[in-house]
């Protein structure tokens, strides 16, 4: 007992392992009670025994083996684990349990199989039971037998693969045992019931008694068809369903179900393929040739019982059907004809699809032969070409066919016609299409009246076949002509025919095949043709359709059609105009004068050759009158133009009378029987006359009147003969120019395009410029009828030619040929306007090609040519493939038969030679165009060897064959492709290459299809080994092209064919299968075809409205945002799908309706927190994954059930997408109206849209977008505040579809992205933004980086996390990417880093390669030197910154400041208020509390902001007219509270969007209009005239090119800007703020307005031009004249420099400033004369006298000169005294210039006042005293050397500069160390501090005296902010505020763009200031007066706290 108690302590596991075996059964016990007690599929406790239950079933000892087989049973059934253990546990069965004595042990050893078979395991079972039959045991045979038996019939012979049984059944009858050949017969038994009559032919072979005891039991089976008796895990839904619907009484689905499982398996499907080519006799092909009929019978009886075989392996039997087809066609003896015939049957019946591609060759000659009248030769033939039809299809042998019918022989005709008739009854409406059944009816119909009744009988037997197969609507258009006798007679026909599909079949095909195609008229959808078809209801399933048809459209066109045989206007129509044609024969001159004399007045015909032109205008007058008057049939034509023809005839030498009698010309063709003869009397004379100047027009006319009575091609040839044959390049060009008129007035048809071509081409050659030109319209017009294939004519033309007549093709593409006007033409077009046909677009196509004349090139393809092909030596054989090239190249286009050639060019497509290659494919893509749409023949030979060449190794050899292929599909569709295995053998093969290549093609093509044979199934097997392909591409391709397999297979079918997967791929493929299934396009509906091709009637317009949306879905290429009504239209889509068989339950759809009022979204009390509290515990599984699993699907949909409406969620997790884009559009309208729901439902809103991003239907996706713009846009209007949660849940996937390979998708995610920042803080956005730089996906990683660029550049570097370092060191990275795009975002991001932070940047990104390096500070340099009209540029590149409403202010500017913070706009979405427009923006405020209390709770509160009323805005704007207006009332509290208003609206100015800026600009003219509120302005100046010349600048270069806006807006807008500058400029005060780089650029940018020359042509333009006239007035008189004098001097210089700028600018800019000397005398006090003689110091030292002479005009000289006289005049010598900041004046003459003025004026005067004498003595006083003045200096230097003095010596030497201010203190400093003179100047500079009063901070740009201060200034002030806040490292405590004012600062004159700069940090820093005064509760703005200076100061301590929070908190 001992030992018990050891074993039973043991866990239950290894109790099952142990030695014991009653251990062993305990655990076998507890096991099995343990697998009944887990209640959970996925439990873990499963997993435990995986490893076990193989022991279960194999354990020794019997007993315990039993009790194993009860546990693994149970375990089986439960665990979802089980399949895992498949193989070998019943591997264990067979070879342990099945050899048992027990009964009970085999049971449950078939048991377990079965219940594997249950859980999905089939394959597998059913391997190792095949296995099984193996094995020696014959008790193992037995029962592996009987479990297949079983399993077969309780699953059905879907689940169990009887190809594999049946292989092994022939074996088993054989065995010596009796029990396992009872089985086997009772197995056989089995399968006979699910297969019937298809198992005979395998088991033909079995012993006869066995067979005869298998037929008697096969008898005794029940007639009805099996079903399932068990189902899988997957059915047993279904099952459960059906079982409800029988006991509800309807079968239906379930009868649908099986009915299609009976004729599942075809006998030849389980057949063994023989492989006979090697068996042929060795010399078969000498004895076929012999000469002895006896040894060509032996080789043929050789062959016969070969292929008695019934299935045939694929090989290449083209020389042995080559053989048999010469015995046909060519062999005397008629017994070896009829031999040779059953040879050819027996391939086509053993080979089937694989025999289609020889059909072609066999075809004809087996028609040919139907003359032979022995009943068995007659019979063997027809049985051949009944199997060969079978092999291909009618489309394939439709040409051959139809060349026959025309045969003389009535018997070929007879057999022939009953041939169609037998090929019809296997069509089925889709597959006889009315382009293919109007040749054939057009055929037929010839044959009904033919004088052999047999022939008629058969005709009627064809006619009526069809009438049956595709219904009275589709033939009745042929049938037209037909007398009732004989339309009777096709209908009887009809009656009787049995068609080969039977009524119900045909019908099913119907349903399937016409899914596809709603729109066309043939198959008017499957339910109104079966009504006519089957009932004998007459009409009225037609007529719900007729719609799509054209209403009594066929009648109307009947009779041409008809007689327009094959193509309506082709050779058909030619031959019914010339049956009409008028012949006459010449008449002499006196038999026409006789004629004549007898119709006209005597005197008309004396005077035809008077000397005096009167007489014979009076003359013409009277023969005019008598025409008009004749009757058609009494008049002599060819008599009247003999006579006008008369001398002078067409040598008139007066215009007039020409005029007149060209005019009869035209009136006698157009009233008279008008012959050729007649025509050719005159056409001479007419040609003659088209280039005159005065007559051309009327010899025109006559040429047009003849082309009417001789129809336009006979006309056109002789005209255009004529006119080549004579010199007159004039004639030559209107006659060119007359056709081609004509052609669009007659339309195309009939004419020779050959014959013109070579005229053509010697008028491209000709060297008139006019003719060369006439001959290229005419090209054009041609193009629009014959399509791009003309070009192939002129391609040896020269290049330039060429590019002219590419040019005129590219005009013509894509409109269509203008109707018929004239000519019999009219008569015929009916025959071509096939409008209601979905595929006539097609025929019209190839009619326009059918008129290219088509050479025979197969007697120029030798046989020596054909051996040179394939001879040893490469050169050879390149020979040989360049003659090919040439014989096509010559020949442009030929016909289809081409002889050896395929064979040929076959063998080099494999050759090892890759030029070679590519040379024979160059050849075939030029085949395809050379033979157009008839290449079809040659796919099956030349085509699929091309595909094979997709499997090249090299990359260029694959792209020409894919060119090739892309060429080939083009002219043949895909149909003949697809039929047949030969396109899925190619995919079959292993090759990487080959795979990838093949399936892009086709995921290319197949969308485009409507229908595709059913081979296509063929494909899929190896589409799923090509889903596991080891190759990532090859998979990739594969998963791209599983939807479009999908689209045409559906899913079931696909699903079906997993079922020879392994078990662990099935799995993974039908994985991937659901997820095709959710993003399977829609169907292209008939009009996919039609829009396709320009070509055609006007049947595509009709049907578009349904098709568009479908085709989005399909490619993808959905431009603009999806509407509700499109989505609505894919809805229909999918209706149309219900024909299939997918019932749309109608009665929910009621309930629904009534479901869908009350909210979606329901709100839940902490609903969201308490999901939070359970993704933190882990409770559910957290938001994270690379794709969507089904797990995380089921997981929402639990969490929405609660929250979420019913209905809504059905359509959210519905798998058909369009129940996605219906669940987003229910979203979308319900998102104002339930704001706190969507709020509430928020986090599970954002995880439903990722899963979306996920789909690839892009319609679904842009809808995605568009609601989560709506849904942003909502939150930061509800100042929400997205939660971690949520963000990391949805950020991460929305970064993902950043990288989306479409624009319009991009644009839209970066809008979203940029709207996220409003409601979560742009610092936490920027590390997952950061993530997707790390993506594989290049576009992904480039948007990623231009947006991190853009969060910098607009919320500073605060932004980078974790630090600005680590973040820039990561983005420099990606400088080195191997994608352009990425470097150059990185790039770009650094250079906007640059931007902001200056230098720093170098330190933060760390060290970088040279190549590196060195690209960025080429680019650095590059963003510094940019022009200014750059800026305009962004705001094109950079739509997807602009937001929804298009308040784009896209600040502009120049220089390193390039890219303004486009996210001004974003203020617009900041506030709930309507009046959002004035908030402060976002990236002025520093988020201080957000960082501080990082807990992503805190709102960050926006100060409260004035509200403006802009009601008045959208009146029109002219310029203002002064008048007072109440401002509004808040203005007072804005002025106190914040600038920030009008900083906001200022930046509104600079708007690329012209209403914005408008209203900005109204708004602050109301400001200046009112002298009280005007101040407001101080301080702003500079700023709203930066932002004002921008917006010129804007207007100027983008609004004014802008073709498509409105010129009345931009007028508007000047009026605005304008009016605004006059009002400032006329407030004194205001006006002197401007400084002087700003009002340097808008003068520019006034000047510029001024010569702007399109401003001249619009209407308002004058008005526009006189104000600014007005307002540059007053900005010269009203500024301050020290910066205005300043600009204007800087302005000048700039556009004497620029070379681009045109010498009226610099005219203009010398007025203004004549205009400032003028005013000179008044303003001279107030004027700084420092600064101006700088000025022109500058100016003078870049143009020195002999430059400025050098210029064109002498103005600039004079008004410098003038300018200087004016100062000099004014001033006095004093003005030598203001020379001060000039640092060296040797540099230019200007005081040498002043000087001699000076003297000059001296000497006139002749007398100077005491003064001048004083100032003249101090200067030599001054000269002797510098040596006095150089010790001073030295003393001075000596104390602040000592330690002592210091101080004292740098008071001194302060004082000491004060006074004298020119003294040079240079050479003291020069001598000693770089620390001593830096120490010197900041003493100097603290000194100064203290004595000018400490922190004074001017708020304006101008400084109290008036002078310009400097950006350095501005850059001072934000050092001194920074320095304050400790940012900076310099600790200097008090900081310099403008370099050593002692020396006066010069003031370069800034461009306004670096004054931008700094207004711009100025501008941020006040927005900071105000925003934190707001945020800080204990400083209120009671009082309303602290202005913002004050505010900053008394913030910076508080500043200074935070930020050392700040700092330390993040450490």
Known sequence: MGDDSEWMKLPVDQKCEHKLWKARLSGYEEALKIFQK??????????????????????????????????????VENAHVAGKTTGEVVSGVVSKVFNQPKAKAKELGIEICLMYIEIEKGEAVQEELLKGLDNKNPKIVVACIETLRKALSEFGSKIILLKPI???????????????????????????????????????????????????????????????????????????????QQSAGGDAEGGGDDGDEVPQIDAYELLEAVEILSKLPKDFYDKIEAKKWQERKEALEAVEVLVKNPKLEAGDYADLVKALKKVVGKDTNVMLVALAAKCLTGLAVGLRKKFGQYAGHVVPTILEKFKEKKPQVVQALQEAIDAIFLTTTLQNISEDVLAVMDNKNPTIKQQTSLFIARSFRHCTASTLPKSLLKPFCAALLKHINDSAPEVRDAAFEALGTALKVVGEKAVNPFLADVDKLKLDKIKECSEKVELVHGKKAGLAADKKDFKPV?????????????????????????????????????????????????????????????TKEIVEPELSIEVCEEKASAVLPATCIQLLDSSNWKERLACMEEFQKAVELMDRTEMPCQALVRMLAKKPGWKETNFQVMQMKLHIVALIAQKGNFSKTSAQIVLDGLVDKVGDVKCGNNAKEAMTAIAEACVLPWTAEQVMSMAFSQKNPKNQSETLNWLSNAIKEFGFSGLNVKAFISNVKTALAATNPAVRTSAITLLGVMYLYVGPSLRMFFEDEKPALLSQIDAEFEKMQGQNPPAPTRGISKHSTGGTDEGEDGEEPDDGGSDAVDLLPRTEISDKITSELVSKISDKNWKIRKEGLDEVAAIINEAKFIQPNIGELPTALKGRLNDSNKILVQQTLAILQQLAVAIGPNIKQHVKNLGIPVITVLGDSKNNVRSAALA????????????????????????????PFLRQELLGWLAEKLPTLRSTPTDLILCVPHLYSCLEDRNGDVRKKAQDALPFFMMHLGYEKMAKATGKLKPTSKDQVLAMLEKAKANMPAKPTASAKATSKPVGGSAPAKFQPASAPAEDSVSGTVDSKPDPKKAKALGVSSKTKTAQGKKVPSKTSLKEDEDKSGPIFIVVPNGKEQRMKDEKGLKVLKWNFTTPRDEYIEQLKTQMSSCVAKWLQDEMFHSDFQHHNKALAVMVDHLESEKDGVIGCLDLILKWVTLRFFDTNTSVLMKTLEYLKLLFTLLSDEEYHLTENEASSFIPYLILKVGEPKDVIRKDVRAILNRMCLVYPASKMFPFIMEGTKSKNSKQRAECLEELGCLVESYGMNVCQPTPGKALKEIAIHIGDRDNAVRNAALNTIVTVYNVHGDQVFKLIGTLSEKDMSMLEERIKRSAKRPSAAPVKQVEEKPQRTQSTSSSTNMLRKGPAEDMPSRLNQARSMSGHPEAAQMVRREFQLDLDEIENDNGTVRCEMPELVQHKLDDIFEPVLIPEPKIRAVSPH??????????????????????????????LTQIDEVLRQEDKAEAMSGHIDQFLIATFMQLRLIYNTHMADEKLEKDEV????????????????????????????LK???????????????????????????????????????????????????????????????????LVMKCLWRMVRLLPDTINSINLDRILLDIHIFMKVFPKEKLKQCKSEFPIRTLKTLLHTLCKLKGPKILDHLTMIDNKNESELEAHLCRMMKH??????????????????????????????????????????????????????????????????????????????????????IEMEREGKGRLPTSAGNTNGEEVGPSVYLERLKILRQRCGLDNTKDDRPPLTSLLSKPAVPTVASSTDMLHSKLSQLRESREQHQHSDLDSNQTHSSGTTTTSSSSTANIDDLKKRLERIKSSRK
């Open 1641 to 1707: 650029d808008l003068m520019h940018g006034l000047i510029t307005l001024m010569l702007d020359s399109r401003i001249e042509d619009l209407e308002e333009g004058q008005q526009v031009v006189r104000s600014v006239n007005l307002l540059v007035v007053k900005v010269l008189e009203k500024s301050d004249q020290t910066n205005i004098l300043s600009a204007l001097l800087v302005l000048l210089q700039d556009s004497l420099l620029a070379t681009a700028s045109s010498p009226k600018f610099s005219e």
């Open 1801 to 1886: 004026s001296m000497d006139q005067t002749g007398s100077k006042s005491d003064k001048e004498t004083e100032k003249g003595a101090s200067r030599i006083d001054e000269k002797s005293s510098k040596a006095k003045v150089n010790d001073f200096l030295a003393e001075i230097f000596k104390k602040i050397g000592s330690k002592e003095n210091t101080k004292e010596g740098l008071a001194e030497l302060y004082e000491y500069k004060k006074k004298y201010s020119d003294a040079d203190i240079e050479p003291f400093l020069k001598n000693s160390s770089q620390f001593f003179q830096s120490y010197v100047e900041r003493g100097l500079r603290v």
């Open 38 to 75: 887990i209640k959970d599929e996925k439990s873990p406790e499963w997993s435990k025994f995986l490893g076990l239950i193989k022991k279960f079933v194999t354990d020794s000892n019997a007993v315990v083996q039993l009790k194993g087989l009860e546990a693994a049973l149970v375990y």
């Open 1611 to 1638: 007028i508007k807008l000047y009026s605005c800007v304008i009016g605004n500058l006059i009002s400032l400029f006329q407030i004194e005060s205001l006006a002197r703020e401007a400084s002087t780089g700003v």
């Open 166 to 244: 049946i292989k092994v059944l022939p074996k088993l009858f054989e065995s010596r045992e009796k029990a396992v050949r009872d089985e086997a017969k009772l197995i056989a038994v089995e399968i006979y019931r699910w297969i019937r009559d298809a198992l005979r032919p395998p088991l033909q072979n079995i012993n006869p008694v066995q067979l005869k005891e298998l037929e008697e039991e096969w008898v005794k089976l029940p007639t009805g068809a099996p079903k399932p008796a068990r189902f899988l895990r997957s059915q047993q839904e279904l099952e459960a369903k059906l079982e409800q």
């Open 1531 to 1560: 203005f007072d509290d804005m002025h106190s509270n914040t600038a920030s208003t009008i900083n906001f609206i200022i930046s509104q100015v600079a708007s690329g969007d012209i209403n914005t800026s408008i209203q900005a």
């Open 518 to 578: 709603p729109g066309r008229a043939a198959a008017s959808g499957a339910a109104g043709d079966k009504d006519t078809k089957d009932t004998s209801a007459p009409k009225p399933g037609p007529l719900k359709k007729a719609p799509a048809a054209k209403p009594g459209g066929p009648p109307k066109k009947g009779k041409p059609a008809a007689q327009g045989g094959t193509g309506g206007t082709g050779t058909k129509s030619k031959k019914a105009v010339e």
């Open 964 to 991: 090739t292929v892309n060429a080939w599909a083009e002219q043949t569709g895909m149909k003949e492709w697809l039929e047949g295995e030969d396109l899925s053998e190619e995919l079959k093969k292993e090759n």
